[in-house]
């Protein structure tokens, strides 16, 4: 705002130096006068943009359409599990992964692991665990929907 303000004030007073230094001195006022019009027009659109933003801001925090992106998300999310091993590796092992240190607060990799085979068994610990990432061919179909179901729910059994 401090800005805008500044900004019209040279605005003005630079009109009014370049209209004495024309020699009009007749017309100093008039130019001055649209000068501060057209700068005051300028500030009530910036003020209805803002509004305006703000009210839409405030439309996306409804809870309806907070839940549809969730939903949208999770969907998208879930789409993964029939992937490729590739897509696995990039979209849910990282998501499961950083889930999976945050419930058990393990930050030592060995107490991870052990914990990581505890909880889910070798088969799936190996869709889990973060050092796991396919280096090789990741063109392999993913371990599934099934997997990825099993797995969040041991986690929930957390």
């Known amino acids: 705002m401090i800005r805008l303000v500044a900004g019209g004030l040279f605005l003005v007073a630079g009109v009014e130096i370049l209209v004495l230094v024309l020699g009009a001195r007749q017309w100093v006022l008039p130019v001055a006068g649209l000068t501060l019009v057209v700068f005051l027009l300028a500030v009530r659109l910036s003020f209805a943009a803002a509004q305006h933003r703000t009210s839409a801001e405030a439309g996306a925090d409804d809870p309806a359409e907070s839940l549809r992106r969730w939903r949208s998300r999770t969907e998208s999310t879930i789409q993964w599990a029939d992937a490729t091993t590739g897509d696995w ?8 992964a950083r889930e999976f240190v945050l419930a058990t607060r393990q ?52």
């Open 89 to 96: 590796d990039r979209h849910l092992r990282p998501r499961l």
């Open 107 to 158: 930050r030592d990799p060995v107490a991870l692991q052990a914990t990581g085979r505890i909880v889910f068994g070798d088969d799936l610990w190996g869709w889990v665990d973060p050092n796991n990432v396919t280096r090789g061919d990741d063109r392999e179909p993913g371990p599934g929907y099934a997997t990825l179901e099993e797995i969040l729910r041991r986690m929930e059994d957390l």
